[in-house]
């Protein structure tokens, strides 16, 4: 069981890290970055997948292209929005991550019942050895 969970920490350490990296790229080294490479990606986990923040251009881009009617390169170069270096890849490492990570825990979850029933199995092939001395 603890091989699943160093899996997860560190499938959660590489998608946090790549994750950080690439929306924030400037960003100041401070120790708050450490609990924001594990916080985001652990809430992930649960659901919690802020879609807000994971795609950084939005809508606005997409919706600002198509009024102008050029191509979001020719928008990017005219407008004032701008989108980090790379913008497409973190909600495709979340997609690859969620993944990993779910099948991980379902992993997990299927070894724990399993554990569970053959600790179940092996006492009662005891207590029924017992019940048929007794029989007999």
Not at 76 to 104: D, E
Request: proline share 4%; aromatic share 14%; charged share 15%.
């Amino acid at each position: 069981m603890t091989h699943v969970v160093i899996m997860l920490c560190v499938s959660m350490l590489a998608f946090g890290l790549a994750r950080q990296s690439i929306t924030f790229p400037n960003e100041e080294w401070h120790w708050i970055l450490i609990r924001n490479i594990f916080y985001k990606p652990y809430f992930m986990l649960y659901g919690e997948v802020y879609a807000d923040e994971i795609d950084t251009c939005g809508d606005t881009l997409w919706d600002g292209h198509l009024e102008d009617g050029v191509s979001i390169p020719d928008y990017l170069k005219n407008s004032t929005h701008s989108c980090v270096p790379g913008y497409w890849i973190p909600p495709l490492l979340m997609t690859i991550f969620l993944l990993i990570s779910n099948i991980l825990l379902i992993s997990m979850l299927i070894a724990i019942f399993n554990n569970i029933f053959t600790k179940t199995d092996q006492i009662a092939q005891q207590i029924w050895l017992f019940q048929r001395y007794h029989q007999v």
